[in-house]
C-alpha cells in the first residue's frame, strides 16, 4: 500500500467510524450492501453528519462561521480532489468517482444553512427543506448504486427521493420534542405544538404512508447489489414510524421513541429469509 492509498484509507476509516458511532441502525444497513458499495455510502453519511452536528450541536460556537468554512472546505475538497480533513477527502473521493451532481451538495449545505435561523415553514418551504436535507442524501446514493448508469439513475430517482423524505418526516416526529423544545423548530407546516392533535398527526401519518408505498416499488427495482441493504434500512424506519403511529400525539412529544436492538435484529432475520425466498 502507497502511502497515498494509506491517507485514503485513514480518511475512509474515519467516516466509517462516524457512521457506526452516530447511527447503529444506518451503519447496520450500509453493512448489509455488496461490499463495493459500503464505504463509499459511509463517506457520505460521515459528510452529512459532520454538517448536521455543525447546526444542531455546536451551541457554544459560531455555527454560522462554522458552517461556512466546512461549505468552503468541502467544494475546496471537490476541485483539488484532496483535504487534511478526512471526512471531506473521504466525500470527495466519493464524489469525483462517481461524478455525483454538485447540485445536490448545494442543496444540502442550503438545507444546513436553514437550521441556523429559519424556525417555521409554509408548504413550499417544508418541502424544499425535504429535498435539500434527505431527498438529495438519497440520490447522492443512488450515483453508487447505479455507477453510471444514468438511464437506472433517471428512472430510480423519484422512488430514491421518496424514500429520503419518509426516512425524514419519520425523524421530525421521532425528534419532535428535541426539535420543538430544543431548538425551536417547527418543520410540520400548519402545526401548532402546543396543541398537537390527533388530526394533524394523521395529516402527517398519511403522507409519510405515501411515501414509504412509492419508495417501496422503487427498492424492488434497484440493482442487485444495493436492493438488500436499503431493503433492511426501509424496513427499519418502516417499523419506527408504526411505533409511532400507536401512539398519542402527546406521547411522542414527551419522549424521543426507538426501536430497541431486538426488534432490529428481528428486521434483519426476517428481511433475510424474505431475500433468500425472493419476496421482498
Not at 57 to 68: P, S
Not at 236 to 239: D, K, V
Given at each position: 500500500m502507497t502511502n497515498m492509498h494509506l491517507f485514503h484509507a485513514v480518511s475512509e476509516a474515519c467516516s466509517r467510524n462516524t457512521t457506526?458511532?452516530?447511527?447503529t441502525s444506518f451503519s447496520s444497513a450500509i453493512k448489509l450492501l455488496h461490499k463495493d458499495l459500503r464505504q463509499p455510502v459511509f463517506n457520505i453519511y460521515g459528510f452529512v453528519r459532520f454538517a448536521d452536528e455543525?447546526?444542531?450541536?455546536?451551541?457554544?460556537?459560531?455555527?454560522?462561521?462554522?458552517?461556512?468554512e466546512f461549505k468552503e472546505?468541502?467544494?475546496?475538497?471537490?476541485?483539488?480532489g484532496i483535504s487534511l480533513n478526512p471526512i471531506l477527502h473521504s466525500f470527495q473521493l466519493t464524489?469525483?468517482?462517481?461524478n455525483i451532481d454538485r447540485s445536490l451538495i448545494d442543496a444540502f449545505l442550503y438545507s444546513m444553512e436553514l437550521d441556523l435561523g429559519k424556525k417555521k415553514y409554509d408548504r413550499a418551504g417544508y418541502e424544499e427543506y425535504i429535498y435539500g436535507s434527505a431527498e438529495v442524501v438519497g440520490l447522492m446514493c443512488l450515483y453508487i448504486f447505479c455507477d453510471g448508469d444514468t438511464k437506472s439513475y433517471e428512472y430510480l430517482k423519484p422512488f430514491a427521493r421518496s424514500l429520503g423524505a419518509a426516512f425524514q418526516k419519520v425523524n421530525f416526529l421521532r425528534?419532535?420534542?428535541a426539535d420543538y423544545q430544543g431548538l425551536d423548530r417547527v418543520y410540520f407546516p400548519g402545526c401548532d405544538f402546543r396543541n398537537f392533535t390527533e388530526q394533524d398527526k394523521l395529516q402527517i401519518e398519511a403522507d409519510i404512508q405515501r411515501d414509504f408505498d412509492?419508495?417501496?416499488?422503487?427498492?424492488?427495482?434497484?440493482?442487485?447489489?444495493?436492493?438488500?441493504?436499503?431493503?433492511?434500512?426501509y424496513k427499519?424506519?418502516?417499523?419506527l414510524f408504526k411505533k409511532i403511529k400507536k401512539l398519542q400525539p402527546q406521547r411522542i412529544m414527551e419522549e424521543r421513541i426507538r426501536i430497541p436492538d431486538y426488534s432490529k435484529a428481528v428486521i434483519l432475520a426476517k428481511a433475510g429469509i424474505r431475500s433468500q425466498l425472493n419476496i421482498l
Open positions: 457506526e458511532q452516530y447511527s455543525i447546526v444542531d450541536t455546536f451551541h457554544d460556537h459560531d455555527k454560522e462561521q462554522l458552517l461556512k472546505a468541502t467544494y475546496e475538497a471537490i476541485d483539488r464524489v469525483n468517482k462517481y425528534d419532535l420534542k412509492h419508495a417501496y416499488e422503487g427498492i424492488l427495482q434497484l440493482p442487485i447489489k444495493a436492493r438488500f441493504g436499503v431493503y433492511v434500512a427499519y424506519y418502516l417499523s
